[in-house]
């Protein structure tokens, strides 16, 4: 810019505006670029070829300037040393901005390589997260969804169909057994013969769900449907066929086991006007293990909704008064003098109405509510007990029923002594009426605990004897103190010598080992004066007294 300024200023009649003035203004400008590219060196690669240029320039004009004012000779070489250093520095410029092109070329490349990849890597996304909706995590076959997709696209009224739901109900304990891993690829073997199998036999009858014949709800329960034929017979032959292939062992390598398979079966439209509900239906029939193919009851799947239904009311039912006690004593037969009452349970469910105990607390064992159900039991006991000293005198007991669950819960005994406790109950006023089948499901720990309930003073009665399968042995191991015969030892009696030789028998078997027995389920005049000929036997029935609340026994005492 000041040489350029310099140049402007040249013809006007000012000082110090020569020659040399304007080389000296151009070496020192291009000094200064120099030193400022200089500067650059090591912050940027481009400036080093800025730096070339700019100095193969400014050695060619300080050549120039050194031979005009005489200190080097005039030579072509020193007339062209300007021209010459331009040209290398445009040479250095141009190989710089070959690189700059050269990189940038690659940096787009690389860009392009980088967005190919991006698109495959979205692409394979896609498909991995169609297949994730549409499969089964383990199994890789179409899922529910996809089963539900494809029932809904056929019309059940105008193409009726079958489904069946088959139920591996041993896969839990292979998993446990031999780890996830083995267990999963087990399955997987499994359901690809399974699959070729059902392709097999049903042919174009078989309704195809995303190219597979069989489609996974979860681990344990996968489907397959086929269209209704005109012979029923036939198609019950088919499913039966299927059934028998199913109950065969598995062998694939050294493993050889049974999955332990049950099939549901359920029709459309009769079992269900849209996927959903015929699934469930064969989900409802799957779940019947006395046979290994069951169809669809709506009575049974009405059972199974109200079992359903009262488990998950069972625990509302014992805080909002639903659930009451009533006592039914246990008399002394030679005398009708009530030594004991037992406790039994009674429920009132709003939609089902009056729910017999045997209909629910089966179930209740099984799902494992009914540790909190003995504890209520065992609380409203001990709340009632004054109620019943008052009618039945301060020698009276009360007996609870435990479970098995309650005996193996190893804080029972504990929570038992706590509840006596809060109440002023001696845990000897207390009966715990264990059942024969619950004492010997695990005799060991059945024994612990009753010794240790015994321990405690808690009166200990083995309840429906002869019902199980105790051995004499195990009977005599337990600290028990009543034994309450079972009430079908009183079935026809008086009719057959050889029953009451089998009742004598366990009676002198209570006797022998100095136990209180109590026989279950008299309910007859008759029966109750044959009893009469054994002394010390209580008694428990109808002919005596109904079950009956205690506080309504208070008001209207019999």
């Given at each position: 810019m000041a040489a350029g300024?310099?140049?402007?200023?040249?013809?006007?009649?000012?000082?110090?505006?020569?020659?040399?003035?304007?080389?000296?203004?151009?070496?020192?400008?291009?000094?200064?670029?120099?030193?400022?590219?200089?500067?650059?060196?090591?912050?940027?690669?481009?400036?080093?070829?800025?730096?070339?240029?700019?100095?193969?320039?400014?050695?060619?004009?300080?050549?120039?300037?050194?031979?005009?004012?005489?200190?080097?000779?005039?030579?072509?070489?020193?007339?062209?040393?300007?021209?010459?250093?331009?040209?290398?520095?445009?040479?250095?410029?141009?190989?710089?901005?070959?690189?700059?092109?050269?990189?940038?070329?690659?940096?787009?490349?690389?860009?392009?390589?980088?967005?190919?990849?991006?698109?495959?890597?979205?692409?394979?996304?896609?498909?991995?997260?169609?297949?994730?909706?549409?499969?089964?995590?383990?199994?890789?076959?179409?899922?529910?969804?996809?089963?539900?997709?494809?029932?809904?696209?056929?019309?059940?009224?105008?193409?009726?169909?079958?489904?069946?739901?088959?139920?591996?109900?041993?896969?839990n304990e292979l998993e446990q057994a031999l780890g996830y891993r083995t267990a999963e690829d087990l399955l997987k073997q499994y359901l690809r013969l399974l699959n070729r199998y059902l392709k097999r036999t049903l042919g174009d009858r078989l309704i195809m769900i995303n190219g597979y014949g069989i489609a996974t709800l979860d681990t344990v329960n996968h489907a397959f449907a086929m269209d209704r034929g005109s012979d029923p017979a036939q198609d019950r032959e088919l499913l039966e066929t299927?059934?028998?292939?199913?109950?065969?062992?598995?062998?694939?390598?050294?493993?050889?086991?049974?999955?332990?398979?049950?099939?549901?079966?359920?029709?459309?439209?009769?079992?269900?006007?849209?996927?959903?509900?015929?699934?469930?239906?064969?989900?409802?029939?799957?779940?019947?293990?006395?046979?290994?193919?069951?169809?669809?009851?709506?009575?049974?799947?009405?059972?199974?909704?109200?079992?359903?239904?009262?488990?998950?009311?069972?625990?509302?039912?014992?805080?909002?008064?639903?659930?009451?006690?009533?006592?039914?004593p246990k008399v002394s037969i030679r005398d009708g003098k009530v030594r004991s009452t037992e406790a039994l349970i009674r429920w009132q469910h709003p939609e089902f109405g009056r729910i017999p105990p045997d209909h629910w607390i089966p179930l209740a064992e099984q799902v494992g509510i009914i540790h909190s159900v003995t504890l209520w039991v065992l609380d409203q006991a001990c709340q009632d007990f004054t109620a019943l000293r008052q009618r039945y005198g301060d020698s009276i007991g009360v007996a609870v029923n435990i479970s098995a669950k309650d005996v193996a819960h190893p804080l029972f005994h504990e929570e038992a002594g706590a509840i006596t406790r809060r109440y002023g109950v001696s845990p000897d006023q207390v009966i715990l009426e264990i059942t024969e089948t619950a004492a010997m499901a695990d005799p060991e720990v059945a024994r612990r605990a009753i010794r240790t309930l015994s321990s405690m003073g808690f009166r200990i009665a083995l309840d429906d004897f002869g019902s199980g399968h105790s051995s004499l042995g195990n009977l005599a191991s337990f600290p028990l103190d009543e034994l309450k015969i079972d009430r079908s030892f009183l079935q026809d009696v008086l009719l057959y010598p050889v029953r009451q030789k089998i009742l004598r028998a366990a009676l002198e078997l209570g006797e022998a080992l100095d136990l209180d027995v109590v026989v279950e389920g008299v309910e007859d005049e008759a029966i109750a004066l044959w009893l009469q000929q054994f002394p010390g036997l209580h008694g428990q029935g109808y002919y005596w007294a109904r079950p009956e609340r205690v506080r309504a026994a208070l008001v209207s005492p019999r």
């Open positions: 300024l310099h140049l402007l200023a040249a013809p006007l009649p000012l000082p110090l505006l020569g020659q040399d003035v304007f080389l000296i203004i151009s070496a020192a400008g291009g000094a200064f670029i120099l030193a400022l590219v200089l500067s650059q060196l090591r912050k940027h690669v481009y400036a080093r070829y800025y730096a070339l240029s700019v100095l193969a320039i400014v050695l060619g004009a300080v050549i120039s300037s050194l031979r005009t004012i005489g200190w080097f000779p005039v030579t072509p070489l020193t007339d062209s040393a300007f021209f010459l250093g331009a040209a290398a520095g445009s040479l250095i410029l141009t190989s710089g901005v070959g690189r700059l092109l050269l990189e940038e070329r690659k940096r787009r490349l690389s860009s392009d390589i980088r967005v190919q990849e991006e698109q495959k890597l979205r692409a394979r996304i896609e498909r991995d997260y169609d297949r994730v909706l549409k499969t089964h995590r383990v199994t890789g076959k179409p899922n529910r969804p996809m089963l539900e997709e494809a029932l809904g696209n056929i019309d059940c009224q105008q193409t009726p169909y079958t489904l069946c739901l088959i139920r591996l109900a041993r896969f299927i059934s028998h292939w199913l109950s065969e062992n598995f062998r694939e390598g050294r493993f050889s086991f049974s999955w332990a398979a049950s099939m549901g079966v359920a029709y459309a439209p009769e079992h269900g006007t849209d996927a959903a509900s015929v699934l469930s239906s064969a989900g409802f029939a799957s779940l019947d293990e006395t046979r290994p193919m069951a169809i669809y009851d709506p009575a049974i799947a009405d059972w199974q909704y109200q079992q359903q239904i009262l488990m998950l009311d069972v625990e509302d039912a014992l805080r909002c008064g639903d659930m009451w006690l009533e006592y039914q």
